[in-house]
Protein backbone atom coordinates (compact mmCIF):
# COMPACT_ATOMS: atom_id res chain seq x y z
CA UNK A 1 0.00 0.00 0.00
CA UNK A 2 0.71 3.50 -0.54
CA UNK A 3 2.55 6.13 1.82
CA UNK A 4 0.56 9.46 2.01
CA UNK A 5 3.82 10.68 0.31
CA UNK A 6 3.92 8.05 -2.57
CA UNK A 7 0.40 8.61 -3.39
CA UNK A 8 0.76 12.83 -3.40
CA UNK A 9 3.84 12.27 -5.75
CA UNK A 10 2.03 10.20 -8.04
CA UNK A 11 -0.88 12.34 -8.70
CA UNK A 12 0.98 15.23 -9.37
CA UNK A 13 3.17 13.04 -12.10
CA UNK A 14 0.23 11.87 -13.60
CA UNK A 15 -1.82 15.33 -13.53
CA UNK A 16 1.33 17.01 -14.41
CA UNK A 17 1.69 18.96 -18.00
CA UNK A 18 4.71 18.15 -20.47
CA UNK A 19 6.49 21.28 -19.34
CA UNK A 20 5.90 20.45 -15.32
CA UNK A 21 6.67 16.80 -15.97
CA UNK A 22 9.80 17.88 -17.69
CA UNK A 23 11.23 20.61 -15.25
CA UNK A 24 10.44 17.69 -12.10
CA UNK A 25 12.71 15.36 -14.52
CA UNK A 26 15.42 18.24 -14.00
CA UNK A 27 14.95 18.77 -10.65
CA UNK A 28 15.30 14.84 -9.70
CA UNK A 29 18.52 14.68 -12.27
CA UNK A 30 20.32 17.24 -9.82
CA UNK A 31 19.22 15.98 -6.79
CA UNK A 32 20.08 12.68 -7.95
CA UNK A 33 24.12 13.92 -8.92
CA UNK A 34 24.35 15.77 -5.62
CA UNK A 35 23.82 12.84 -3.89
CA UNK A 36 26.18 10.90 -6.17
CA UNK A 37 28.67 13.19 -5.63
CA UNK A 38 27.80 13.35 -1.78
CA UNK A 39 28.25 10.20 -1.53
CA UNK A 40 31.58 9.25 -3.59
CA UNK A 41 33.03 12.12 -1.04
CA UNK A 42 31.95 9.73 2.22
CA UNK A 43 33.12 7.01 0.27
CA UNK A 44 29.96 5.55 0.24
CA UNK A 45 30.38 4.15 -3.31
CA UNK A 46 27.10 1.68 -3.47
CA UNK A 47 24.93 4.14 -2.43
CA UNK A 48 26.35 6.64 -5.45
CA UNK A 49 26.21 3.69 -7.99
CA UNK A 50 22.30 3.50 -6.93
CA UNK A 51 22.11 7.62 -7.33
CA UNK A 52 24.08 7.71 -10.72
CA UNK A 53 21.87 4.63 -12.28
CA UNK A 54 18.34 6.75 -11.28
CA UNK A 55 20.24 10.02 -13.03
CA UNK A 56 20.88 7.52 -15.88
CA UNK A 57 17.64 6.51 -16.18
CA UNK A 58 16.25 10.35 -16.10
CA UNK A 59 18.57 10.98 -18.72
CA UNK A 60 17.34 7.89 -20.85
CA UNK A 61 13.65 9.42 -20.02
CA UNK A 62 14.62 12.54 -21.38
CA UNK A 63 15.83 11.29 -24.29
CA UNK A 64 13.50 8.55 -25.54
CA UNK A 65 10.67 11.59 -24.74
CA UNK A 66 12.86 14.10 -26.67
CA UNK A 67 11.61 15.02 -30.28
CA UNK A 68 14.28 16.17 -32.10
CA UNK A 69 12.89 17.00 -35.63
CA UNK A 70 10.35 19.01 -33.82
CA UNK A 71 12.48 22.13 -33.75
CA UNK A 72 16.12 23.08 -34.59
CA UNK A 73 17.97 23.03 -31.41
CA UNK A 74 16.60 18.81 -31.22
CA UNK A 75 19.23 17.57 -33.11
CA UNK A 76 22.09 19.31 -30.73
CA UNK A 77 19.98 18.75 -27.34
CA UNK A 78 19.79 15.10 -28.23
CA UNK A 79 23.87 15.16 -29.04
CA UNK A 80 24.01 16.65 -25.31
CA UNK A 81 21.73 14.48 -23.41
CA UNK A 82 23.92 11.28 -24.94
CA UNK A 83 26.81 12.66 -23.92
CA UNK A 84 25.49 13.16 -20.68
CA UNK A 85 24.27 9.72 -20.23
CA UNK A 86 27.94 8.48 -20.90
CA UNK A 87 29.49 10.80 -19.02
CA UNK A 88 27.10 9.71 -15.71
CA UNK A 89 27.74 6.08 -16.59
CA UNK A 90 32.03 6.30 -16.78
CA UNK A 91 31.31 8.39 -13.51
CA UNK A 92 29.59 5.83 -11.85
CA UNK A 93 32.10 3.03 -13.31
CA UNK A 94 34.93 4.83 -12.00
CA UNK A 95 33.74 6.58 -8.31
CA UNK A 96 34.75 9.56 -9.83
CA UNK A 97 33.16 12.61 -7.92
CA UNK A 98 34.84 15.33 -10.23
CA UNK A 99 33.58 13.78 -13.21
CA UNK A 100 30.22 13.41 -11.05
CA UNK A 101 30.57 17.37 -10.35
CA UNK A 102 31.21 18.03 -14.42
CA UNK A 103 28.27 16.40 -15.09
CA UNK A 104 25.78 18.18 -12.35
CA UNK A 105 27.81 21.68 -14.57
CA UNK A 106 26.45 20.21 -17.75
CA UNK A 107 22.69 19.75 -15.77
CA UNK A 108 22.47 22.68 -14.20
CA UNK A 109 21.91 25.44 -17.19
CA UNK A 110 19.37 22.96 -18.44
CA UNK A 111 17.34 22.74 -16.17
CA UNK A 112 17.21 25.96 -15.22
CA UNK A 113 16.55 26.83 -19.01
CA UNK A 114 13.94 24.69 -19.00
CA UNK A 115 12.08 26.11 -15.82
CA UNK A 116 12.52 29.41 -17.60
CA UNK A 117 11.25 28.04 -20.24
CA UNK A 118 8.06 26.65 -18.83
CA UNK A 119 7.31 29.54 -17.20
CA UNK A 120 7.50 31.58 -20.13
CA UNK A 121 4.48 28.91 -21.64
CA UNK A 122 2.31 28.83 -18.66
CA UNK A 123 2.64 32.89 -18.69
CA UNK A 124 1.80 32.60 -22.28
CA UNK A 125 -1.00 30.60 -22.28
CA UNK A 126 -2.38 32.62 -18.90
CA UNK A 127 -1.82 35.24 -20.93
CA UNK A 128 -4.20 33.80 -23.99
CA UNK A 129 -6.95 33.43 -21.40
CA UNK A 130 -5.92 29.28 -20.48
CA UNK A 131 -5.12 29.49 -17.07
CA UNK A 132 -5.34 25.72 -16.26
CA UNK A 133 -3.69 23.92 -19.16
CA UNK A 134 -3.35 20.70 -17.41
CA UNK A 135 -7.18 20.60 -17.69
CA UNK A 136 -6.89 20.47 -21.12
CA UNK A 137 -5.97 18.45 -23.49
CA UNK A 138 -2.29 18.74 -23.74
CA UNK A 139 -0.35 19.83 -27.01
CA UNK A 140 2.57 17.85 -28.23
CA UNK A 141 5.50 19.11 -28.61
CA UNK A 142 5.93 21.38 -25.83
CA UNK A 143 9.23 22.35 -24.97
CA UNK A 144 10.52 19.56 -27.44
CA UNK A 145 8.57 17.16 -25.64
CA UNK A 146 5.47 14.89 -26.73
Known sequence: MYD???RYLATTVATAGPARLLTMLFDRLVLDVDRAESSLLAGQRPEA???LKHAQDVVAELISSL???SW???PGLLSI???LYSSLLDASMTGSPEQTAACRDIITPLRDAWHEAATTVAE???AAGR??????SATAGVLGVG
Open 72 to 74: DGG
Open 124 to 126: SQF
Open 4 to 6: VRS
Open 67 to 69: DAD
Open 81 to 83: YGF
Open 131 to 136: AFPALQ
Open 49 to 51: TQQ
